[in-house]
């Protein structure tokens, strides 16, 4: 065990008595709690649908089967994200065609998306990065020629502001996930958000085994229902998102500060399209000139938890058997991923242990 741990999730007796008194009523699966869950968000995101799921990996396959792809299709996907952005491409049994990422940004950029199109492209999803917006309506701009289907995996995204409008209804579909080390949690649970009335009816079928009144099933769906119990702690969750989001905003700026010239570090870049991140995670970027994995250890070795981000996709076991992938087909996105460190961000950390991780970090790149 870490002094101070990566992520700590704020959550205490005001959501354990809330799943305690709906079990205690007998209802404990989908019902009245998981609706009144999602109409309390769509009004928090300002979206017209949204729709729970059992966790964030369901609620991205989900939006993704609305376009009955298949094999032979390929879909795009930044190799730069978790191991669910493309695990979902092979779930619809096409596959996944992975792209790179801005150097500056960590996210994609049109360029990106483009340079990997071909006839047999059907679908891209965009990862929202350590819950930074990716440049939905440049991207939007300039893939209109091609009409494919835009998808944001918007996992670490909730509550994120993109020109001054809340993430949720930039592209057709966004899906979030609210596992425990999320900005909000239900300890497992997903939610797919869209503008569109006949996607949020797909999206009911397919999370209810793609039935459509009592036992007469129009579609292979899935059984992707969450549970009332689950709504009800992300209803006491939702009313604390916003004092996390701002605690984890003010923290964010205090580290841009402390780091922002210091040698062999860099603080995340915001653009101007950012009206508010989510800091899912704190991200600094070593300079490729000292060794991060020693820095990471000393860090450690000081009682302060940190994270590496997930390695790119195309390098996991799994991915490399499968297509053959190898070391240095997405250089940037492997060079960054051996720069970056997460370390803690979270609300009631405290000034002493923020001021202590400063110190710790400032004295070990003056060696
Ligand atoms: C957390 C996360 C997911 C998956 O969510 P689960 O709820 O764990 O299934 C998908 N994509 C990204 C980028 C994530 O960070």
Redo the contacts with the bound molecule.
């Keep these: 065990m870490y002094k101070i741990p990566i992520a700590n999730p704020s959550i205490n007796n005001k959501e354990a008595k809330a799943a305690y008194d709906v079990i205690k009523k007998g209802w404990i699966s989908m019902g009245k709690e998981v609706l009144d869950l999602e109409n309390k968000i769509k009004k928090y995101l300002d979206v017209k649908h949204a729709i729970l799921f059992n966790?964030?990996?369901?609620a991205?396959h989900a939006a993704l089967s609305f376009y009955n792809i298949g094999p032979g299709d390929e879909v795009i996907v930044p190799t730069l994200?978790?191991i669910?952005?493309a695990n979902v491409i092979l779930y619809c049994g096409a596959k996944p065609v992975f792209c790179e990422c801005d150097p500056k940004t960590f996210n994609v950029e049109p360029k990106h998306i483009i340079e990997k199109i071909t006839k047999k492209t059907k679908a891209i999803i965009t990862?929202d990065?350590k819950g930074m917006p990716v440049n939905y309506d440049k991207i939007k701009k300039e893939i209109k020629k091609y009409n494919l289907p835009l998808i944001s995996?918007s996992?670490?995204a909730f509550g994120s502001i993109y020109k001054n409008k809340k993430v949720g209804s930039q592209f057709d579909f966004h899906s979030f996930?609210?596992?425990a080390n999320?900005n909000m949690t239900l300890g497992?649970?997903?939610l797919v958000t869209t503008n569109k009335k006949k996607f949020a009816d797909f999206l009911r079928i397919f999370r209810n085994q793609g039935q459509e009144g009592r036992y007469n099933h129009t579609y292979v769906g899935n059984n992707y229902r969450p549970t009332d119990y689950a709504a009800a702690i992300g209803k006491v969750q939702l009313k604390k998102i916003e004092s996390v989001l701002i605690e984890k905003n003010k923290i964010a700026k205090i580290y841009n500060k402390a780091f922002k010239n210091i040698n062999l570090v860099e603080t995340p870049y915001l653009p101007n399209y950012v009206t508010r991140h989510t800091w899912?995670m704190y991200c600094l970027t070593f300079s490729d000139k000292i060794n991060r994995d020693k820095i990471k250890d000393l860090i450690n070795k000081k009682g302060i938890d940190t994270r590496l981000s997930f390695p790119p996709i195309h390098l996991q076991p799994v991915y490399k058997k499968k297509f053959g992938y190898k070391k240095g087909d997405f250089p940037v996105s492997e060079k960054v991923f051996n720069q970056f460190l997460d370390i803690p961000c979270w609300k009631g950390m405290g000034l002493k242990n923020i001021n202590y991780i400063i110190n710790v970090i400032k004295k070990l790149l003056k060696k």
């Design positions: 966790n964030g990996t369901s991205l994200s978790y669910s952005s990862v990065l995996d996992a670490e996930s609210f596992f999320k497992e649970g997903g899912y």
